[in-house]
């Protein structure tokens, strides 16, 4: 179906080396785009990118720390050396420190606030010039269920995702007339290894999950492939500055 149709469109997915991020490489590279999975673990990217491979997709590894605005600028210019584009930004890298805001670093804070935030705008800025060349682009950048709600535990966090959303919209008012779409997506609770570290640190996580999420289970890297190739394609040429929630109804069951 030509509307999710991205063959001869090139991808570049943060932290698209595992949990989520890879969810979303799949789905793009089943779509028929080439992609890069950019991140800071060098082994997790190679076994990414053979994976794409595995799916026959063109596929590229770029080593990143998004918070390096340097970094940044070099690995767009890599992806579009290697395999041309970017046509479409994925800014899904992201991190959380857990603490109660008393307890939190002013370091820490920051650390959080470049991870998730200052990234996605350092990553939409250095693909803008590439997308307006080219007559348009998709960026998707991964919100949270913090984006709208408020944990103890999560005030960075939180911030940083409500901050993800407010920055969709405004790249979204700034970029429509380059024909650039800018969205956003705000998952629930998904099985990743970010979510398996919190299962362990904040008491009766699991539960809370499954008992507050109508759908009665955590949502998997799956979830995310389909949405990706909407997202990313033809199909979302009139949607920009939304918000989705992607969280078997976490948001909205009491
Ligand atoms: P993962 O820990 O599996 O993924 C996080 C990814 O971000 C990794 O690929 C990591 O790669 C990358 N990353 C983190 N910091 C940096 C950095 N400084 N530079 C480059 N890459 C970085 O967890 P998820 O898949 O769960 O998380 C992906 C996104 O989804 C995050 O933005 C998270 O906040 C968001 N999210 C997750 C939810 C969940 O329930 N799992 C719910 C809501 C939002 P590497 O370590 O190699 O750098």
Redesign the pocket.
Known sequence: MKAFDLSQKVALV?????????GIARGLAKAGAAVAV????RQ??SAAAAELEGLGAKALAVA????DAAAVTAMVEETQARLGGPDILVN?????IRKRPEDLTAEEWQQVM???LT?AFLCAKACYPFMKQAGGGKILN?????SIFGAPWSSA?GAS?GGVVQLTRSLAAAWAADNIQVNCI??????????RLARREVDGLNDHVLKRTPAARW?R?EDFEGLAAFFAGPASDFVTGAALPVDGGFSISL
């Open positions: 943060t932290g698209g080396n595992g949990g989520i991020g890879l950019a991140g800071r673990n997790k990217l990143c720390d998004v918070t899904n890298a992201g991190t959380n470049d991870a998730n990234s991964n919100g949270s269920m913090l966090y995702k705000l998952p629930g609770w998904i099985d990743t290894d970010l979510t949502g890297p």
